[in-house]
């Protein structure tokens, strides 16, 4: 039997809304650069694509997909707006409360360094 003939590589998929913008502009900004910020436009590229991917996986979310099909409004758009919002209620929840957290933290953590400190296989170790 003749083995299959290899299929044709797969152009790259095109990228995503935001990180297709992204690119573009870090592309038309980045020869006015100094040399001296190369890493932080490699970490750039490095954020974009990470913006891409997470914009890939936002469109795959079936009720994200239904919402930008029905209102127009872009499933990453509505995974950061959820993302502050809960970002905002954990930072007033723990304002409200932070002598609780602070005395939670100061109680708990102390504890759990004892503990692993008695747990040490060698017990000549005292540091």
Do not use: C, W
């Not at 930008?68 to 409360?97: D, E």
């Amino acid at each position: 039997m003749a083995a299959p003939a290899p299929a044709a590589a797969a152009a790259p998929p095109e990228p995503a809304p935001l990180a297709k913008f992204l690119s573009t502009q870090l592309a038309a900004a980045e020869p006015s650069v100094p040399a001296q910020l190369a890493p932080v436009i490699a970490f750039v590229h490095r954020l974009v694509g990470h913006i891409d991917t997470a914009e890939r996986r936002a469109g795959a979310v079936p009720a994200l997909a239904q919402l930008r099909a029905s209102a127009g409004v872009p499933p990453f758009a509505v995974v950061v707006a959820a993302a502050l919002l809960v970002l905002a209620a954990a930072r007033r929840a723990i304002k409200a409360n932070a002598p609780l957290v602070s005395n939670a933290v100061g109680a708990v953590y102390p504890g759990i360094r004892s503990i692993l400190a008695v747990e040490r296989p060698k017990q000549d170790d005292d540091e």
